[in-house]
C-alpha cells in the first residue's frame, strides 16, 4: 500500500510570512517656493509658500519689527530666470509696477522634511554692499552640515543696474536651511530679493518582489512527511 502523504508547515513559518519588502531609493520630490500665488504686499514674520516655509527673518534693525513682504516686477525687468510676477523681500514693498529689494540679515527655510539638495535664485541691484555676502547653510538639528557663499560682487549683471545669482547646496542630508548676509558694509546686511527656492528629497519605496521569488521562498519553508 502507498504511503500517505501529509503537507505540512514548519512551525511559526509560511509562504505569507516571507512577503516582505526591501526599500530602494527613488526619484528625489520637489517643493518649489515660486510667491506667485501670493498677493503683493506685507507677508508678516513668517511665511509659506509651495510646502516651504520661511521664518526667524533678521534684519538687524533694533527698533523694528522683522516682516516678509511679497514684492512684484514685470518679467522684463529680470532675465530668465525669474519665476514672475513675484519674489520674496523684506520689510516694505513698493506697490504696483515699482519693485525693491529689501533690507536682509539671515532667515531660515524649511520644508517640514529631511532634504538632500536646494537651491534658491538671489536678486539685487549693482551698487548693493559690494563688499558684502550671502552664505547658505544646511544644518541637521542644529548642526551646519554644508555651506556655500557667494559675494555680492560676483552676482551676474542682468541689466539696467540688476544683478542675480544662484546658490545651491547638493549631496548632504538636512532638515533645515540657513540664508545669512555678512560683510564690512552696512552692519552685514544685503539688500535683495529670492526667487524659486527649491529643496529636494530622496524618498524610500518598497522593492518590488517577484512572483517566482516570492514561491521559491515559500517552498523553502514547506515541509513533506511520510506515515
Known sequence: MLNAVRVCYITG???????????????????????????????????????????????????SIPSFSIESATPELF????????????GGFAEGEEFGFGRFGSTRITAGTTGTSASLDLFSLLFSPSNNALTLEALLGETVVASTSVALSAFEPIGDGLVRQTVAIADVTFDQLRLIASGPDDDGVAFVGIDNVRIEETTRVPEPVSVASILAIGALFVGIKRR
Do not use: K
Open 79 to 90: 532675465d530668465s530666470s525669474f519665476s514672475a510676477p513675484n519674489y520674496l523681500s523684506f
Open 13 to 63: 513559518l509560511s509562504v505569507a510570512g516571507t512577503l516582505s519588502f526591501g526599500a530602494i531609493s527613488s526619484g528625489a520630490i520637489a517643493a518649489v517656493a515660486t510667491f506667485d500665488s501670493l498677493s503683493e504686499g506685507t507677508a508678516g514674520t513668517t511665511l509659506t509658500d509651495g510646502g516651504i516655509t520661511f521664518f526667524d527673518l533678521d534684519q538687524r534693525l533694533a527698533d
